[in-house]
């Protein structure tokens, strides 16, 4: 493919599609779902699509916890909400974001607050943990230790969208991190990297606003 995908000829929907570029230009942060189970097949194949992302010297060092458990989402659904109630600058910063003249950008932070106010209402989610972390580093807080993982976490978001099922890459498991270790008995040594929402999505998927190579590509030299 020579250049970028046209927006005009990527579809608007819900369905899953077998195209890669089709996957790529057109997956989109879903915040909404239906209120419909994920089959348990399903999950195991995105992380299965995840697994097969390179690692640093391929020592594969994740985990994937998923959860469909109704009783734990509620839970982390619960938590997540306590601490945007008693986080006024965040509910600030939507409230504003709701308001703006930017269509995008007010759809965006209204998602966000559906977000960390109903949670639960994801029909599964996915904690990436890195664990038994040793190359390119042993810091699984280090930026270097994010290319052993987050390629499988972008594997995994393709995979979904693949089959028609609506992810948002979230970092919302750096305010759950205690909770999430008692909710999913998570171990010391294994550090969450992600919280994932998966489900059947409520918004369609299709183009998305971003740079064009224009602004973004460089040959040879900055």
Not at 57 to 66: C, D, E, K, R, T
Not at 80 to 103: V, Y
């Amino acid at each position: 493919m020579s250049e970028a995908r046209p927006n005009i000829n990527l579809p608007l929907g819900r369905e899953p599609t077998d195209d890669i570029w089709e996957a790529m230009f057109t997956q989109r942060a879903i915040r909404y779902w239906l209120d419909k189970p994920v089959p348990r097949e399903l999950l195991a194949k995105v992380v299965a699509a995840a697994s097969k992302a390179p690692s640093g010297s391929n020592l594969q060092p994740w985990i994937f916890v998923v959860i469909d458990d109704d009783e734990k989402r509620q839970e982390i659904g619960k938590a997540l909400r306590s601490i945007f109630d008693s986080a006024e600058p965040l509910q600030q910063l939507i409230a504003s974001g709701e308001q703006s003249d930017d269509k995008s950008e007010r759809l965006m932070l209204k998602g966000a607050r559906a977000f960390f106010t109903q949670l639960e209402k994801a029909p599964a989610m996915i904690i990436p943990c890195l664990y038994g972390l040793s190359s390119p580093t042993q810091d699984p807080t280090s930026l270097l230790a994010g290319s052993s993982i987050y390629l499988a976490v972008q594997n995994l978001l393709l995979a979904a969208r693949a089959l028609g099922l609506g992810t948002v890459m979230t970092t919302a498991h750096g305010m759950l991190d205690a909770d999430l270790r008692r909710i999913l008995n998570i171990p010391d040594e294994a550090t969450p990297v992600a919280l994932i929402p998966i489900g059947y999505p409520q918004a369609n998927f299709g183009p998305t606003t971003r740079k064009g190579p224009d602004e973004i590509l460089r040959w040879n030299a900055w």
